[in-house]
């Protein structure tokens, strides 16, 4: 009950990276730099007018594809700091925990460093020694080496990174490398044919075959990528190696699995051509990624929540559940229960949408929102800041129940099995609830009513019944009979929670 769902959508259960490292990464592509030495630049061409489509007989075999490509496919091995265990520790492999001796391993000003070893995968994209490889592969590494297919080993250094994308470029010193090309004009379908070569658990110089099993998969816990979806096997070390179509053009990064063993079942995920070319061609002028940023938390527009604001079924858009303090959004007057139906003249589908749209824009752009708020349509204008580099995905949290110690006795009138209460300096002390939020604080709920049952808690706040503010019991008890009036099964409620906050329908009936 009560699950929010972020700004920035979390990815789904299972979704494992398919590294065999820390997470973190860079980016930057040659761009120019490879246009003048194209000597070595690999460039199958199509045996048919289809671009996808198979040549005559195949795939009889991938063999003469995977000699044409594997010299630009590259394993990563990376060395990365761990934080130095205090006191008992586990070693990978025993089956018991470790005492070091004379108090060795510990935080001390004289203790060791301590690294772990990670690997992955990646390929050249220019012939003077770029490689793409994923920002969780090579974060944080202090030591960054590359294996080729021909044996050599090299060490490499970081040239940039996007961890919104989870891309990153490293680079070689050289000048004669064998490299492939990213393709993003002609688009994969459905069900044609790929190759994934990579590095799965540290063996290097491995291919697997397979077809495009989807398109657009929304997993991104950062919302900007619409990942490509593939049955050939991908594992743990296949993280930033390439996805190939049939005649060697790379149309996506391997990023991702979807496992609940954390080994391949088929379904592994590849970023695509366009936005990794597009990102790393960026890093490599030099620049800085930067997102816009509202500082807002939104999830889609459920068919609850329409049917519960009395909004046709047809109505698109995004709700906004919390605006935070002092960020744009809040500045430019957007509020909680706003729900944005168009950016900048273009309709909103929903959260990925309006969260790529401004992760789109540039830090500074005036952004003109069209939202619905208490049934009134209106127009805002937020000038776009710039999205923190360091802000973290925020993720459902089940734990606890919020309630606050020793509530005390409950005060305020009982609407739909719930003692609500204006708030005033008593109950915000009592609850710890900050002087910026406003509403009706629930200070009792009946177990069996239907509140109860959906686990509201003393000490949440009702800020809105409804997208309408509420100062009063009375408040709420109109928006309740407005709906029951209306024939609408439930009241769509914006409940401060301890976690955050969240929009649920509370059911409504003649009896509570």
């Not at 259960?13 to 930057?28: K, N, P, S």
């Not at 110690?405 to 003692?419: D, K, L, Q, Y």
């Not at 769509?492 to 976690?499: A, F, G, H, W, Y």
Request: no cysteine.
């Amino acid at each position: 009950m009560l699950k929010r769902k972020e700004f920035i959508l979390g990815a789904a259960a299972g979704l494992t990276l398919a590294a065999a490292a820390t997470a973190g990464g860079v980016i930057t592509w040659p761009g120019a730099h490879a246009e003048p030495q194209a000597v070595n630049r690999i460039t199958p061409v199509p045996a048919n007018g289809d671009s996808f489509s198979p040549p005559p007989g195949a795939p009889n075999s991938f063999a003469t594809i995977f000699e044409q490509v594997a010299p630009a496919v590259v394993q990563i091995d990376v060395t990365v700091p761990v934080e130095q265990p205090q006191g008992l520790f586990q070693i990978p492999g025993l089956p018991f925990q470790f005492v070091p001796p004379n108090g060795r391993g510990g935080q001390g000003q004289d203790a060791e460093p301590q690294t772990t070893q990670g690997a992955g995968s990646g390929f050249f994209i220019s012939q003077d020694g770029y490689i793409v490889t994923n920002n969780h592969v090579v974060a944080d590494a202090t030591e960054i080496k590359v294996k080729m297919s021909d044996g050599r080993e090299l060490p490499a250094r970081l040239i940039g990174r996007d961890q919104g994308t989870d891309l990153a470029v490293i680079k070689v010193e050289g000048d004669d490398f064998k490299y492939v090309s990213f393709e993003e004009t002609a688009q994969p379908r459905v069900g044609d044919w790929v190759i994934a070569v990579g590095n799965p658990f540290g063996l290097g110089g491995t291919a697997t075959a397979g077809i495009v099993s989807a398109k657009a998969r929304d997993i991104d816990p950062s919302g900007y990528n619409d990942y490509i979806q593939i049955d050939a096997a991908i594992n743990r070390g296949n993280s930033g190696g390439p996805t190939f179509d049939i005649y060697g053009r790379v149309i996506g990064v391997n990023s991702a699995i979807y496992s609940p063993t954390g080994g391949s079942v088929g379904i592994g995920f590849a970023i695509p051509a366009e936005t990794a070319k597009s990102i790393t061609a960026r890093l490599m002028r030099g620049e800085t990624i930067e997102r816009g940023y509202l500082g807002v938390q939104i999830t889609n527009l459920a068919d609850e929540y329409r049917e519960s604001l009395g909004l046709p079924a047809t109505q698109k858009g995004a709700y906004v559940a919390e605006v935070t303090p002092d960020a744009p959004a809040a500045r430019g007057g957007l509020r909680p229960g706003d729900v944005v139906v168009s950016l900048n003249g273009k309709a909103v589908e929903g959260s990925t949408e309006l969260t790529r749209a401004v992760g789109a824009a540039k830090p500074g752009d005036n952004l003109r929102l069209e939202v619905l708020r208490e049934g009134r349509r209106q127009t805002i204008d937020i000038r776009a800041g710039t999205r923190p580099a360091d802000l973290e995905i925020a993720a459902d949290d089940d734990s606890g129940s919020g309630a606050p110690a020793n509530p005390g006795a409950a005060a305020g009138e009982v609407v739909e099995g719930m003692t609500v209460a204006p708030l005033n300096g008593a109950l915000r002390r009592r609850f710890d609830i900050p002087e910026t939020v406003d509403g009706l604080v629930v200070t009792a709920v009946s177990p069996q009513s239907r509140a109860g049952r959906m686990q509201f808690q003393p000490g949440f706040v009702i800020m809105q019944a409804n997208g309408r503010s509420l100062g009063s019991a009375a408040d709420l008890k109109g928006a309740v009979e407005t709906v029951k009036s209306a024939g609408r099964p439930g009241v769509l409620l914006l409940v401060r929670t301890p976690q955050g906050n969240r929009p649920v329908v509370l059911p409504l009936g003649d009896k509570n």
